[in-house]
């Protein structure tokens, strides 16, 4: 009998998670869990588990450790400086990360400060680098995984227009403000009460007022 091969990747929400697969008599126990890849901004850890009847491989990944302080460097840039010191083509250069490539997301490719040289320094950043820099989505294994707002991978949650995770909207209400009038549209000035401890989301121009959400 052979072992299932379905899915070779799992996303688990804690170390003591467990699916029904676990019960699977031709898998072995899964392994001890690896050290956060990062000791802050989401990185990953991982656990192996072996077939017994065959050469597969099951992979179970978790979101671990907490958010880096403000003045943390950012750690696609950690990657790219880790190779001031290498040689490229005879050549030492400062590297500073490449954002953004929608084509290779998670391909470490950075360009040398005061030259037009962007090159690929490493097929695949370290786990836990994020795919872009405007959202939360994480590079595992040298693919884009999806994160949601709930910092669990795999998800689709996604903020509401109030700014709650995985909301439908209804906690927040709409109060409208006045632009002042006699100034130049880039010098307009808008002003909006919240209730203690809200905050304003979801300005929107509406006519002669202006339109606002506090949370």
Not at 204 to 214: D, K
Request: aromatic share 6%.
């Amino acid at each position: 009998h052979l072992c299932d091969r379905r899915a070779s990747q799992d996303f688990r929400t804690s170390r003591n998670a467990r699916s029904d697969e676990d019960k699977d008599s031709n898998w072995d126990a899964w392994g001890s869990w690896s050290d956060c890849s990062r000791t802050c901004g989401g990185g990953a850890s991982y656990s192996l588990r072996r077939c017994l009847t065959g050469s597969d491989v099951r992979v179970a990944f978790l979101l671990c450790s907490q958010d880096c302080p403000p003045d943390a460097e950012d750690f696609r840039a950690q990657q790219c400086s880790a190779y001031n010191d290498v040689q490229y083509q005879g050549r030492y250069y400062e590297w500073l990360p490449r954002y953004n490539d929608p084509a290779v997301p998670c391909a470490l490719k950075c360009h040398a400060r005061g030259h037009n040289l962007v090159v690929e320094l490493a097929p695949k950043v370290l786990d836990g680098t994020r795919c872009s820099t405007d959202s939360l989505d994480m590079c595992i294994s040298g693919i884009c995984q999806a994160v949601g707002c709930d910092r669990r991978l795999g998800s689709s949650a996604r903020e509401d227009s109030c700014g709650v995770c995985a909301g439908n909207g209804s906690t927040c209400r709409l109060v409208r403000g006045q632009s002042k009038s006699h100034v130049s549209p880039e010098k307009s000035r808008f002003q909006i009460h919240c209730p203690v401890g809200a905050g304003p989301t979801g300005l929107q121009a509406a006519g002669p007022g202006t339109g606002a959400s506090c949370r």
